[in-house]
Structure formats: structure tokens, C-alpha cells
């Protein structure tokens, strides 16, 4: 029996298309090893929306390419995958198969192939209409939280953006489907699933058939409606695309308590003018409208996003406007990045005219704002008591005394197992317990907050 290590960078798509592909792997009589050393073959899903993650790649090869012992078959699947496709084999010479991004159900027989004829062997073909889009419970991230993907692709061609072109064309999966899916898992003990898609609230199915008994202003909010009637108890989705969010998933959320308090809607830029040159789709002010609609839930929808700086022709001024604009949203978290040209895309074509040392500085200055609001809205849980879904066992179970002097760091003694887990809101806890509580939602005070996490006791 072969051994496949598998290594997955980048976003949940990866992760669930890793855990589809460990799935399929064993069914087919191949054993899945954590041991790399041990692998007949190494396998790795990659990411190419950061530069950085395609130069992981070419690194790991070498290091997986030049053990002392036998050398193993190595394989690339993912967005480097699709988008290098054969050229990868004389970019990165170790390298013996390439998957593409929608040929990962023939993965074995790729494999298979490389053991037979010992030579190169790529795949970039499109998915099969029957593929198997669910997962074997030893195969996922998490006996407790699910990725379930609902679209894949993307139609939007953001100018800086790669997916288009790795991903292909936005297509949804069928809501009969997903609900059939969620059930399952429901009833195999995951309590928490994520829907997910490079832009899940454009979700538009062939067909309704799964959501006719649910009303919604679009198939995305009825979907949401549909999921959460299944009663598996916590449902969240991302990412969502701010021109396709509307009002009413707002409102879904509102209605079904086990819809999650927490919204990660992507803003990149503050400027209309670089918003339009991002090709986004929507102002400023269409977006700020969205806002102002989570920010009145009833719920205390929790709210993250990504954004841009530095991009091309982006001015200090333009760039003050997304520090305005961060500044009116109170993010709870937000993720950051410095803009780097991505090749094949629009963006890459322009003049990238912002020195590097500006968008650090400006990198810099934004991060100051985030962090000041991430800081205010993790503060403002402590002595709440919160329901935790207890997701891993945390191994810092010592933390400092922060009282002490300098010099002095006396450790705070624990009696129990500490544990990891998430809020609905999207927070991260740690807390001690006595009892076994791992895949458990148990309440917790909390009582300390940190720079990205909380610390709580349980109730």
C-alpha cells in the first residue's frame, strides 16, 4: 500500500479540496501518512494568491526532492498547479505530476500513472459530472467543524486578482445537495459548518429544487434559510462579495439563531476611483450602507475584511480614505496586505508606482487603526459569558503572570486540560476545564483579553 503525504497552503477551498482528495486517496486503497519521511508520495496544494506561497512551494519541493533516503514521487495540485500547468516541470525539476484545480477526483490515477511509467504526467481537465464533493470524517481538518463548499470559481476579474483564472467560472452546487450534506454531517457530529466559495453570496444554482419551500430575496439567503433548518447548531459562510450582499442575508441571520453572528465582507480599498480601477463593482458608500445594516442586528454580527494598500496610482489621499473607512466600520478583525503585482492579471500591467518603503508605511498606519479596533472589540467581551465550541486542546497550558516584575515570570498552575475553540462571533477562546470537553459548545466567562485571543474560565 503507497503512503501519500499530503500539504495543503492557503484559503478553506484548499483545505476541503484536500480533504476530498485524502478521501478519494483512500478509497482507492492509498494510506494516508502525517509522517513525510514515510511517503511514497508527497502531495502538495498549493495557493498562488500570494507570491510568497508560490516561492514555499519551489522551496518545499527541493527539501521534500533531496532526502538521505529514498526519494519520494512529488506532486503539485491547487491554483500554482493549474495556472504554471507543465511548465512547473522545468521550473521546479523535481516535480513529477500536476493536478489542476478541477481534475483533483483523478488524482489516483495520476498517481498511478507516474508509478507505472516513471515519467511526467499533467492534468488539467475539467471536474467530472458525478465527482464526489463530500469527505470521509477521518479525512477532515476537524471531527467538529466542516467546510462545505457551495460555488466554486469566480465571474467578478477583480484586476489584481489570480481566481478567475486558477478557479474558472463561478458554478454553484445544487441546494438539495448541500442540505443532504449538512444532514449528514449534522448527524455524524460536526457541530459547526462553514458554507464556503471564493464568493459564496453569489450563489445562483441551476435549478431551486431544496430551496422552494424557503423564501429569500436571493438563493443565497434562501439557502442560508434552508441550512439552517436542517438544526445542525452553528452555520457560517465566507467569503462574501460586497456588490452580491443583500440586505436580507442580514435579516436570515436575524431569524435563525444557529446562523452565525459574523460577517467577513472584503472592502480593499476606501477610494472610489481605486475602487474602480480594482474593477470591485460597487462605491464606497454602497458598501458603508451594508455596514450600516450588520452594525443595527440585533445579534451583534461581528465583523472582518481584507484590504489593499499600495495598489497602483493610489494616492495618500485615496489612502486616507481607507483609514477613514476603517476607522467608521470597527472591524473585529481584518486581514491586510501590501499590493504586489500578480502576473496574468490586469493589474499587472500597470505602472506599479508606490514605492515599497510608502506601502510599508502606509501598511503600518492602517495596521495601527486595525489593531485599535480589533483591541476595543476583543476588551469589550471580558466578564461576558460566551458559548465556545471546543474545538482542539490548547498545549500552552502555562501562561505568565502578567502582575509579576520584571525578571519575574512566575507560570499560573493549571488543574485541568486547556482548550481552543471559537465563538459564534468568530473569536478565538482558551480556557481551562476539568472535564473532557473537546467537540462540546460549553459556556465560558471570559476574563483576560489578549492581542488576537481571548481567555475565559468555563461556567
Same mark, same amino acid.
Given at each position: 500500500?503507497?503512503?501519500?503525504?499530503?500539504?495543503?497552503? *492557503?484559503?478553506?477551498?484548499?483545505?476541503?479540496?484536500?480533504?476530498?482528495?485524502?478521501?478519494?486517496?483512500?478509497?482507492?486503497?492509498?494510506?494516508?501518512?502525517?509522517?513525510?519521511?514515510?511517503?511514497?508520495?508527497?502531495?502538495?496544494?498549493?495557493?498562488?494568491?500570494?507570491?510568497?506561497?508560490?516561492?514555499?512551494?519551489?522551496?518545499?519541493?527541493?527539501?521534500?526532492?533531496?532526502?538521505? !533516503?529514498?526519494?519520494?514521487?512529488?506532486?503539485?495540485?491547487?491554483?500554482?498547479?493549474?495556472?504554471? *500547468?507543465?511548465?512547473?516541470?522545468?521550473?521546479?525539476?523535481?516535480?513529477?505530476?500536476?493536478?489542476?484545480?478541477?481534475?483533483? !477526483?483523478?488524482?489516483?490515477?495520476?498517481?498511478?500513472?507516474?508509478?507505472?511509467?516513471?515519467?511526467?504526467?499533467?492534468?488539467? /481537465?475539467?471536474?467530472?459530472?458525478?465527482?464526489?464533493?463530500?469527505?470521509?470524517?477521518?479525512?477532515?481538518?476537524?471531527?467538529?467543524?466542516?467546510?462545505?463548499?457551495?460555488?466554486? *470559481?469566480?465571474?467578478?476579474?477583480?484586476?489584481?486578482?489570480?481566481?478567475?483564472?486558477?478557479?474558472?467560472?463561478?458554478?454553484?452546487?445544487?441546494?438539495?445537495?448541500?442540505?443532504?450534506?449538512?444532514?449528514?454531517?449534522?448527524?455524524?457530529?460536526?457541530?459547526?459548518?462553514?458554507?464556503?466559495?471564493?464568493?459564496?453570496?453569489?450563489?445562483?444554482?441551476?435549478?431551486?429544487? !431544496?430551496?422552494?419551500?424557503?423564501?429569500?430575496?436571493?438563493?443565497?439567503?434562501?439557502?442560508?434559510?434552508?441550512?439552517?433548518?436542517?438544526?445542525?447548531?452553528?452555520?457560517?459562510?465566507?467569503?462574501?462579495?460586497?456588490?452580491?450582499?443583500?440586505?436580507?442575508?442580514?435579516?436570515?441571520?436575524?431569524?435563525?439563531?444557529?446562523?452565525?453572528?459574523?460577517?467577513?465582507?472584503?472592502?480593499?480599498?476606501?477610494?472610489?476611483?481605486?475602487?474602480?480601477?480594482?474593477?470591485?463593482?460597487?462605491?464606497?458608500?454602497?458598501?458603508?450602507?451594508?455596514?450600516?445594516?450588520?452594525?443595527?442586528?440585533?445579534?451583534?454580527?461581528?465583523?472582518?475584511?481584507?484590504?489593499?494598500?499600495?495598489?497602483?496610482?493610489?494616492?495618500?489621499?485615496?489612502?486616507?480614505?481607507?483609514?477613514?473607512?476603517?476607522?467608521? @466600520?470597527?472591524?473585529?478583525?481584518?486581514?491586510?496586505?501590501?499590493?504586489?503585482?500578480?502576473? /496574468?492579471?490586469?493589474?499587472?500591467?500597470?505602472?506599479?508606482?508606490?514605492?515599497?518603503?510608502?506601502?510599508?508605511?502606509?501598511?503600518?498606519?492602517?495596521?495601527?487603526?486595525?489593531?485599535?479596533?480589533?483591541?476595543?472589540?476583543?476588551?469589550? @467581551?471580558?466578564?461576558?459569558?460566551?458559548?465556545?465550541?471546543?474545538?482542539?486542546?490548547?498545549?500552552?497550558?502555562?501562561?505568565?503572570?502578567?502582575?509579576?516584575?520584571?525578571?519575574?515570570?512566575?507560570?499560573?498552575?493549571?488543574?485541568?486540560?486547556?482548550?481552543?475553540?471559537?465563538?459564534?462571533?468568530?473569536?478565538?477562546?482558551?480556557?481551562?476545564?476539568?472535564?473532557?470537553?473537546? *467537540?462540546?459548545?460549553?459556556?465560558?466567562?471570559?476574563?483576560?483579553?489578549?492581542?488576537?485571543?481571548?481567555? !475565559?474560565?468555563?461556567?
Amino acid at each position: 500500500m503507497k503512503k501519500v503525504y499530503l500539504e495543503t497552503f *492557503g484559503c478553506q477551498m484548499n483545505v476541503s479540496d484536500s480533504e476530498r482528495v485524502a478521501t478519494r486517496l483512500a478509497a482507492e486503497g492509498f494510506e494516508m501518512t502525517a509522517n513525510e519521511s514515510a511517503a511514497d508520495v508527497v502531495l502538495f496544494n498549493t495557493c498562488s494568491v500570494r507570491e510568497k506561497a508560490e516561492h514555499k512551494l519551489y522551496t518545499r519541493v527541493g527539501q521534500v526532492r533531496n532526502p538521505d !533516503g529514498t526519494k519520494p514521487i512529488v506532486g503539485v495540485m491547487g491554483c500554482v498547479a493549474q495556472l504554471e *500547468g507543465e511548465t512547473l516541470f522545468a521550473k521546479s525539476p523535481g516535480v513529477d505530476f500536476v493536478i489542476g484545480t478541477q481534475a483533483v !477526483g483523478r488524482v489516483g490515477k495520476v498517481i498511478e500513472n507516474v508509478f507505472e511509467t516513471r515519467g511526467n504526467f499533467y492534468d488539467l /481537465g475539467v471536474r467530472e459530472e458525478n465527482y464526489d464533493w463530500t469527505t470521509a470524517p477521518a479525512q477532515r481538518h476537524s471531527p467538529y467543524v466542516a467546510f462545505v463548499p457551495i460555488i466554486e *470559481g469566480c465571474n467578478k476579474f477583480c484586476t489584481y486578482c489570480i481566481v478567475p483564472f486558477s478557479r474558472g467560472r463561478e458554478k454553484s452546487l445544487p441546494a438539495a445537495q448541500i442540505v443532504r450534506q449538512v444532514s449528514v454531517l449534522r448527524d455524524q457530529g460536526v457541530k459547526e459548518i462553514h458554507l464556503i466559495g471564493q464568493n459564496v453570496n453569489s450563489y445562483r444554482p441551476k435549478s431551486d429544487v !431544496g430551496l422552494e419551500n424557503f423564501r429569500g430575496a436571493t438563493p443565497f439567503s434562501k439557502l442560508l434559510r434552508a441550512v439552517a433548518a436542517t438544526g445542525i447548531e452553528r452555520i457560517k459562510f465566507t467569503t462574501s462579495f460586497p456588490r452580491d450582499f443583500h440586505p436580507d442575508i442580514v435579516d436570515a441571520i436575524n431569524e435563525n439563531e444557529n446562523l452565525c453572528n459574523w460577517v467577513h465582507l472584503p472592502f480593499q480599498s476606501g477610494s472610489d476611483r481605486v475602487l474602480k480601477a480594482m474593477r470591485r463593482g460597487h462605491t464606497i458608500e454602497s458598501y458603508l450602507q451594508k455596514i450600516d445594516k450588520i452594525k443595527v442586528s440585533p445579534r451583534k454580527i461581528a465583523l472582518s475584511t481584507d484590504i489593499i494598500v499600495g495598489f497602483p496610482t493610489e494616492t495618500e489621499e485615496e489612502f486616507l480614505e481607507t483609514l477613514k473607512t476603517a476607522q467608521y @466600520c470597527e472591524f473585529d478583525s481584518a486581514y491586510a496586505f501590501k499590493y504586489s503585482p500578480r502576473p /496574468g492579471t490586469p493589474a499587472a500591467e500597470m505602472a506599479d508606482d508606490v514605492e515599497a518603503l510608502e506601502k510599508t508605511d502606509r501598511f503600518l498606519r492602517l495596521e495601527k487603526v486595525l489593531r485599535q479596533s480589533q483591541t476595543k472589540a476583543l476588551q469589550s @467581551c471580558v466578564n461576558k459569558i460566551y458559548e465556545v465550541l471546543a474545538e482542539k486542546k490548547s498545549f500552552k497550558k502555562d501562561r505568565k503572570d502578567k502582575s509579576a516584575h520584571i525578571g519575574q515570570l512566575p507560570t499560573i498552575q493549571t488543574n485541568g486540560d486547556n482548550f481552543s475553540g471559537h465563538t459564534t462571533c468568530h473569536k478565538v477562546v482558551n480556557f481551562e476545564s476539568s472535564n473532557d470537553v473537546l *467537540g462540546k459548545i460549553v459556556k465560558v466567562k471570559i476574563t483576560e483579553s489578549k492581542t488576537n485571543t481571548l481567555y !475565559g474560565e468555563i461556567c
